[in-house]
């Protein structure tokens, strides 16, 4: 006997295949995404505009995954961390933030349980790789911290655990949903996916019809640091990975950003900005300015922390230059909650 599979796992054409298969019409499709995503049905028999039938069909082969809460963190400034187990017992982290005026919520949600890429300065990347998720699982993330919020959620980035490229049927599917009026109706412009430089993700995502942003984590412009910073990728080059930048921004007219964490003594001298302005220079982009947030509660993060004055420093001389580029303003670290310190790890 096959064993169940999460009816949340399909995308839309899939359900399409699914009813045609068990003689229904196409309505029921609609009927069911409502019941999925946006009534937030937990069981089947329970979808009562459907045959009794056809939820006895659903019930024999399909279940609907759930997110498990296992803890909840409010930070100082209003961020919220939750560590969910999914139906496989793999454990995953999420993040709300919102912003200061409480207009618009973001959501930073996961694609993967841990991740393969092993960067140094990311507590994901030392955690390693679990599971991929479901596309159900990223939707559920951000739908759950909509409702603990009790608004809608303006804003979706797919920067928490994992490389969300290594997923990408997966991703996309997701994007879909919270995209679309049976969904969370979430501007395509304000989802964002963050990845580390995959080239072959690059480019398909650079011809999906969706609006769609794109971040890429740099990290730094020369091949020896960020291959030492980034092992995960270190066999994509420098060049190749601008060349793909270059083409994404020509095909889309999207600007992409780039994601660059000062860590000191690595990539915050006057070698490595200038190497990220030749980077830029002649290419549709936007620097993303990311301060080190510590991943550990030794020196060592400590000893690698950039001055915000130095940050500063880079942020003038990218400008002065043609650069255009913004400092990011990390939000809950007191919670473990800011960019690279997802650990999927129940507080003390």
């Given at each position: ?5 999460d009816?949340?796992?399909l ?9 045609k ?9 609609k ?18 505009n ?7 069909q ?6 609907i995954g ?12 209003g ?33 993967q349980?841990?991740c ?14 679990v ?35 290594l ?29 580390c ?60 950003s ?25 290419m ?45 303003n ?19």
């Open positions: 006997m096959e064993a169940k599979r009816i949340k796992s995308n839309h054409h899939e359900l399409e295949l699914l009813m298969d068990l003689g229904q019409p196409r309505f029921r499709v009927q069911l995404e409502e019941w999925l995503y946006l009534r937030d049905c937990e069981i089947i028999s329970e979808m009562d459907l045959p009794k039938s056809l939820r006895d659903l019930d024999r082969d399909f279940f759930t997110l498990k809460l296992v803890t909840r963190q409010v930070s100082q400034d961020t919220r961390k939750y560590l969910f187990e999914i139906p496989n017992g793999a454990r995953v982290e999420t993040v709300g933030i919102p912003s200061p005026d409480g207009d618009r919520l973001t959501v930073c949600f996961s694609s349980a841990g393969p890429m092993g960067c140094s300065f990311c507590a994901t990347g030392r955690a390693g790789f599971c991929n998720l479901t596309s159900g699982e990223m939707y559920d993330q951000v739908r759950y911290v909509a409702r603990d919020f009790e608004m809608r959620v303006t804003n979706v980035v797919c920067m928490g655990q994992g490389e969300p490229f997923n990408y049927d997966a991703v996309i599917t997701a994007l879909r949903r919270m995209n679309s009026k049976t969904g969370m109706g979430i501007g395509a412009r304000h989802i964002t996916v963050s990845t430089g995959l080239l072959e993700g690059i480019r398909r995502f650079s011809q999906e019809p969706e609006q769609f942003t794109l971040a890429v984590s740099l990290h730094a412009a020369i091949q020896k640091t960020r291959n030492a910073l980034m092992p995960g990728v270190s066999n994509v080059s420098l060049e190749e990975l601008r060349h793909a930048l270059k083409d994404y921004g020509e095909t889309t007219k999207r600007r992409p780039l994601e660059y964490a000062p860590i000191k003594g690595v990539n915050d001298d006057d070698e490595h900005i200038d190497a990220l302005v030749s980077f830029c220079k002649g549709l982009c936007h620097v993303n300015l990311i301060p080190l947030n510590p991943i550990t509660s030794g020196q060592e993060d400590e000893g690698m922390m950039v001055p915000s004055d130095r940050v500063a420093h880079i942020s003038r001389e990218l400008e002065a230059r043609g650069i255009e580029n913004s400092i990011r990390s939000r809950g670290k007191d919670i473990d909650g800011a960019c690279g310190q997802l650990r999927q790890r129940v507080e003390d």
